[in-house]
């Protein structure tokens, strides 16, 4: 999964989007969030994420956890967590 690894400048945060989205068929992607925590600068949203592969037509959804750190109203950090297992065999279906 090419958009996948550890990126640290600003710069790398959009290509990371662009390059994610683009191996998603348009229009079929869905996120549902379930629960947001935030304590202080610390943001938690949990989420669902259905996509469609582009490539396949293989649908399939994964939890998601996102950790957003926030100072001066601005997101300053994010790690994101994910089932890459479910979204490889996503993938890797032909």
Do not use: C
Not at 18 to 24: C, I, N
Request: charged share 20%.
């Amino acid at each position: 999964m090419p958009w996948t690894g550890r990126r640290t400048r600003r710069e790398e945060v959009a290509p990371y989007f662009t390059t994610m989205w683009s191996h998603f068929a348009d229009g079929r992607s869905k996120a549902v969030l379930e629960r947001i925590i935030v304590d202080g600068g610390d943001v938690v949203l949990l989420a669902a994420f259905t996509h469609t592969v582009a490539a396949n037509g293989k649908e399939f959804t994964t939890p998601v956890a996102m950790h957003l750190a926030v100072e001066g109203g601005r997101i300053v950090r994010m790690h994101q967590y994910e089932d890459t297992l479910t979204v490889a065999e996503a993938f890797n279906a032909g």
